[in-house]
């Protein structure tokens, strides 16, 4: 397809609209955490990068970050076993009733996070707290789970539908028996889709807020503390360093899994080392 002189400069406005639109707020928040000034006003006069030691020196939000990243590695763990227990059962069998089974497994995905976190508070309350499991990491991670999960069996059900089962046919053929061809063999071809899903699915859980607050009780997140400390003037200033903080952790595990994710020719057999054509 050729493009006419018009069409590439409208392709090339609307792209730098699209940007704009999106990432104009967090460089300005980006630019707010280095205003000298507890006001915010623009343009802004003096700059400094003293509110980075003050968050990093105050108490809580040590406390937040390290909730937040426990919570998302343990939610990223148990996503990654559930969601690729079931992408290989959903690839690798047919059985009545899987399309219902699949769509049932990417709902949580789509439906609104007041609505997920209202059902697991009242779970919680009636069903895990009688058997003492109370508000806190656990119930975090049992929260972010959910939905972390879809985006574990995604990726890997993506992967397994793409790779050819000639490898595990081959593999059986030399001797090899269930459990070391799925170490040897599945394993292997689905590991960069196994490590994109974890890293996306741990970037979804560290700045999830909605069902958070449904799940943790009195502890609080990192997410959790920006929100509850936005109606404070005094903590406006470090409020933008942690949401600068935020932004820059959550680019890492999202560009790494895009990065990772893209179909590359001959992937399925590079992975098992079999020499691509």
């Given at each position: 397809m050729v493009e006419g002189r018009a069409t590439r400069w409208f392709l090339r406005i609307a792209t730098a609209f699209v940007l704009a639109f999106i990432y104009f707020p967090l460089v300005i928040i980006t630019l707010y955490a280095f205003n000298?000034?507890?006001?915010?006003?623009?343009?802004?006069?003096?700059w400094t990068t003293k509110w980075f030691s003050i968050a990093f020196r105050d108490e809580d939000v040590r406390d937040a970050f390290l909730l937040s990243v426990k919570a998302a590695v343990f939610a990223t763990l148990?996503?990654?076993?559930?969601?690729?227990?079931l992408a290989f059962a959903m690839s690798r069998f047919r059985f009545f009733g899987q399309n219902a089974l699949s769509f049932l497994v990417v709902l949580p995905i789509a439906l609104p996070g007041i609505v997920t976190g209202i059902a697991l508070n009242a779970t919680i309350t009636t069903v895990l707290q009688p058997i003492g499991i109370g508000f806190?990491?656990?119930?975090?991670?049992i929260g972010h789970a959910t939905f972390?999960?879809?985006?574990?069996?995604?990726?890997?059900?993506?992967?397994?539908?793409?790779?050819?089962?000639?490898?595990e046919e081959a593999s059986s053929d030399l001797g090899a028996d269930s459990w070391t061809t799925f170490r040897r063999v599945i394993?292997?071809?689905?590991?960069?889709?196994?490590?994109?899903?974890?890293?996306?699915?741990f970037g979804l859980s560290f700045d999830e807020v909605i069902v958070t607050v449904f799940t943790s009780g009195a502890d609080q997140t990192l997410p959790i503390w920006i929100f509850s400390n936005l109606a404070r003037p005094q903590q406006l200033p470090v409020i933008n360093v942690v949401a600068?903080?935020?932004?820059?952790?959550?680019?890492?595990?999202?560009?790494?899994?895009?990065?990772?994710?893209?179909?590359?020719?001959?992937?399925e057999a590079k992975t098992v080392g079999v020499a691509a054509p």
């Amino acid at each position: 397809m050729v493009e006419g002189r018009a069409t590439r400069w409208f392709l090339r406005i609307a792209t730098a609209f699209v940007l704009a639109f999106i990432y104009f707020p967090l460089v300005i928040i980006t630019l707010y955490a280095f205003n000298e000034n507890i006001t915010q006003a623009w343009p802004i006069e003096n700059w400094t990068t003293k509110w980075f030691s003050i968050a990093f020196r105050d108490e809580d939000v040590r406390d937040a970050f390290l909730l937040s990243v426990k919570a998302a590695v343990f939610a990223t763990l148990t996503a990654l076993v559930l969601g690729t227990a079931l992408a290989f059962a959903m690839s690798r069998f047919r059985f009545f009733g899987q399309n219902a089974l699949s769509f049932l497994v990417v709902l949580p995905i789509a439906l609104p996070g007041i609505v997920t976190g209202i059902a697991l508070n009242a779970t919680i309350t009636t069903v895990l707290q009688p058997i003492g499991i109370g508000f806190g990491l656990a119930t975090i991670v049992i929260g972010h789970a959910t939905f972390c999960i879809v985006l574990a069996y995604n990726n890997v059900v993506a992967r397994l539908r793409r790779t050819s089962q000639s490898f595990e046919e081959a593999s059986s053929d030399l001797g090899a028996d269930s459990w070391t061809t799925f170490r040897r063999v599945i394993v292997p071809a689905m590991g960069t889709a196994l490590l994109a899903g974890g890293l996306l699915a741990f970037g979804l859980s560290f700045d999830e807020v909605i069902v958070t607050v449904f799940t943790s009780g009195a502890d609080q997140t990192l997410p959790i503390w920006i929100f509850s400390n936005l109606a404070r003037p005094q903590q406006l200033p470090v409020i933008n360093v942690v949401a600068f903080v935020v932004v820059l952790i959550s680019i890492i595990p999202v560009y790494a899994a895009q990065r990772l994710a893209g179909p590359v020719e001959g992937d399925e057999a590079k992975t098992v080392g079999v020499a691509a054509p």
